[in-house]
């Protein structure tokens, strides 16, 4: 690992993103799979299983039977040939995620959605998915996530969309171009917001992130950059959970909050936040009481903000460990 490779890899984001649209664009990537699916089970560690939980909520909210479950688990759903499993892992070594694709190998469609077409899980795969993030030279999946946030909302698309499959997975490939022009834009602007979102987020006693169920996976993704790269301690938290769960340190700590709007119960936490006087960074939207706003292009769309936002802690998580 090291942190100046993973800067370039952070860099490198806007092209591979826009890489990725063109493939999308280009054809189904997910062609084969079996027509209807009644239920999918979506594996997957770490960032893997962070990105799975959004496409999982999505799919439910259609009436898809789905769940995004830790690789790790003993037991999930039984095999069947019914159910698709969609086994995600950047390296395609992830020795959890082998070890549940075991289960449901011959039993059903098993589809490897990995950045490793010559790895382990893709060669127990009916179906292999590439990433294409391109390699990751400094050893953190940063752009390998951003890859599979999108590549899953392509396979929403494609299980729910019904006769428009055509166009819903036209606008997954328009936001990806969005979402790296959005992306693009932090970075070329990053010399003027950086140094003051560092300092404001550099704490004794960590950093707490925090969003929107549908976005959770930004708030889980920032804290594990925190986390590894530059080794400090950060937690991830949901918008309304953490009122119930995570309000109790801002009493004792210095708090330090990265804040992605949008939740509906973004007032109780704020209010929570100011009453405590924490330390607050909002990113994406205005946030009355915030310490420091940042906003980038195009960051009133959901989506984009779902493939853009963790760059912030990112850019955060290398000037530290690079100063470190």
Not at 97 to 106: C, E, I, N
Not at 213 to 230: F, H, K, T
């Amino acid at each position: 690992m090291d942190p100046r490779l993973f800067l370039a890899d952070l860099e490198a984001k806007p092209e591979s993103l826009r890489r990725l649209a063109a493939v999308l664009a280009d054809g189904d990537v997910w062609h084969g799979l079996p027509d209807p699916v009644e239920r999918v089970l979506l594996l997957g560690m770490g960032s893997s299983r962070y990105a799975a939980e959004m496409a999982a909520l999505r799919l439910r909210a259609a009436g898809v039977d789905a769940v995004a479950e830790y690789a790790s688990a003993a037991t999930s759903y039984p095999p069947g040939p019914r159910t698709l499993v969609v086994a995600i892992s950047a390296t395609g070594a992830s020795q959890e995620t082998l070890d549940a694709t075991s289960r449901y190998q011959g039993s059903g469609p098993l589809v490897a959605l990995t950045n490793a077409a010559d790895s382990p899980l893709a060669d127990v795969a009916d179906l292999v998915v590439p990433m294409h993030a391109g390699a990751e030279t400094g050893g953190v999946a940063c752009r390998t996530f951003q890859h599979t946030l999108v590549l899953l909302l392509d396979l929403v698309a494609r299980l729910t969309a019904g006769p428009d499959v055509a166009g819903a997975r036209r606008n997954v490939v328009h936001l990806a171009r969005r979402a790296a022009d959005a992306t693009e834009d932090l970075l070329a602007r990053r010399d003027e917001w950086l140094p003051a979102a560092a300092g404001l987020l550099d704490g004794p006693n960590g950093v707490y992130t925090l969003a929107p169920a549908e976005r959770l996976s930004s708030a889980l993704q920032s804290a594990l950059m925190v986390r590894e790269g530059p080794r400090r301690p950060a937690t991830g938290c949901e918008t309304g959970d953490w009122s119930h769960v995570d309000v109790y340190l801002t009493k004792t700590l210095d708090y330090r909050a990265l804040l992605f709007p949008g939740s509906r119960y973004d007032a109780p936490a704020l209010d929570w936040l100011r009453q405590r006087q924490a330390t607050l960074l909002a990113v994406g939207a205005e946030v009355a009481g915030a310490a420091a706003v940042l906003r980038y292009h195009h960051d009133d769309e959901p989506g984009v903000r779902l493939l853009t936002e963790t760059l912030v802690a990112e850019l955060v998580a290398a000037r530290w460990w690079a100063q470190s």
